[in-house]
């Protein structure tokens, strides 16, 4: 048995700003994560590939209005910083 992955351990060092901030972009990262291992069964982040990131903005996104959409693009954007690649996230 595996322990669940910490997002927050994740992305700690990334974070910053305002505590409400901080909480926003962990909350939408376990939201992002969750979704991506239901549906491409990737466990990690490590394991994404853009076409997953994509295939959140594009579907799960989709009936979300523009503001939300903006916010759960900053949290990828810092994801993707993490992570070390240069995926070009676009609205």
Do not use: C
């Amino acid at each position: 048995m595996s322990k669940p992955f910490d997002m927050e351990l994740f992305l700690g060092g990334m974070l910053k700003g305002s505590h409400v901030t901080r909480q926003r972009h962990l909350r939408q990262a376990e939201t992002i994560h969750n979704e991506i291992a239901q549906r491409w069964q990737r466990e990690t982040p490590w394991a994404w590939q853009r076409k997953h990131v994509v295939w959140f903005l594009e579907h799960y996104l989709s009936r979300h209005s523009e503001a939300t959409r903006y916010h759960y693009v900053l949290t990828l954007r810092l994801i993707a910083r993490r992570l070390e690649k240069s995926w070009m996230l676009n609205l």
